[in-house]
């Protein structure tokens, strides 16, 4: 099983011993009010969709949209805020590094900082206490588990605990750019709902036209990407398959793996969080990776983790532990 390496070489064991603290104080209620509103009202709009489908209001234009914004924003969370800036999975140019950080900026989920002190906070307590979006926490009860899914899921956003960015990302703090990037996180966010609006209201020259792009594009959009990977913080750590030996629960979940783009393969990845590829074995389509081959190829990325066939069967299961 790897150890999570935290950024200067310790492990995330030596870095629970330092003085910085989990957590870093309360979320301002600005912060919270925020996490409320660009949750609940994507999910009201997600909704409200099906009834708007029934006769007006979708154009092939709206889908095209919703589809390009779609992956454009969760490459940028998978590649960019998960794979590169929590993980390290491999080294990429400052112009990748600083559209990574925007692209995943637009899937609304938080800025990069806080993503990755959660994400990597994450991996230092999996599945136990500190863990921020664990769905164990309660205990194995069927009511237990019912609480914890939903915590694992959502019910986690809306804690005021904030985690503490100075202990876990120490190196995108240092990082100017990447700093800048984190504050302007409302800027990415009015861009990410507005440009589909623009380009839906120049292409048809309408304000409906506007309309229904910042609906389906913008609102629709964020509401099924924020489902698709809350549900690898929740149903990939409770049900699904686990062929190799991980730190925590989590699993493989494959009916998520082409709208996670390869993030549902979540148990190789807790089993060697550095590796760049989490669809390791035959069949496993990890898009993602697919993107970090592509970026590797243009010369952008450089140093990739791919995984090799010692380093995998070296984190083989049992057979009798690999489902759940």
């Not at 794979?83 to 938080?110: D, E, P, V």
């Not at 507005?194 to 048809?204: E, M, R, W």
């Not at 035959?282 to 993107?291: C, F, I, T």
């Not at 190829?297 to 140093?303: D, F, P, R």
């Amino acid at each position: 099983m790897t150890t999570l390496t935290a950024p200067g070489g310790t492990t995330a064991t030596e870095q629970r011993g330092r003085a910085k603290p989990m957590l870093d104080g309360r979320r301002p209620p600005a912060e919270s009010a925020l996490v409320y509103l660009f949750t609940v009202i994507p999910m009201l709009a997600l909704v409200a969709a099906v009834p708007l489908t029934w006769g007006w209001g979708l154009s092939w234009l709206d889908i095209g949209l919703a589809v390009g914004f779609y992956f454009l924003s969760g490459f940028g969370v998978t590649v960019g805020f998960h794979r590169y800036f929590t993980h390290r999975a491999f080294k990429a140019n400052r112009g990748l590094r600083n559209g990574l950080a925007i692209a995943g900026s637009m899937a609304l989920q938080g800025d990069v900082v806080t993503w990755v002190a959660d994400h990597r906070r994450h991996h230092a307590y999996s599945d136990k206490d500190g863990d921020p979006h664990s769905p164990w926490l309660f205990g194995t009860t069927p009511a237990a588990l019912a609480k914890g899914f939903f915590h694992a899921h959502l019910g986690w956003l809306f804690g005021k605990d904030r985690t503490n960015a100075a202990r876990f990302t120490p190196d995108l703090l240092a990082d100017r750019d990447i700093a800048r990037i984190s504050l302007l996180f409302p800027v990415w966010t009015v861009i990410s709902l507005l440009a589909p609006a623009l380009i839906g209201g120049l292409v048809t020259m309408s304000f409906w036209g506007a309309f229904t792009a910042f609906f389906w594009a913008g609102l629709v959009r964020v509401a099924v990407l924020h489902h698709v990977t809350w549900s690898i913080n929740s149903i990939c750590h409770m049900i699904g398959d686990r062929p190799f030996v991980a730190q925590g629960k989590a699993t493989n979940v494959w009916p998520l793996a082409v709208l996670s783009m390869g993030e549902s393969w979540h148990n190789l990845h807790h089993a060697d969080p550095t590796c760049a590829r989490h669809g390791v074995q035959p069949g496993q389509v990890d898009m993602s990776a697919r993107v970090i081959w592509i970026l590797e190829k243009l010369g952008w990325a450089h140093s990739v983790r791919w995984p090799t066939t010692s380093r995998l069967a070296r984190l083989t299961a049992d057979p009798a532990t690999t489902s759940g």
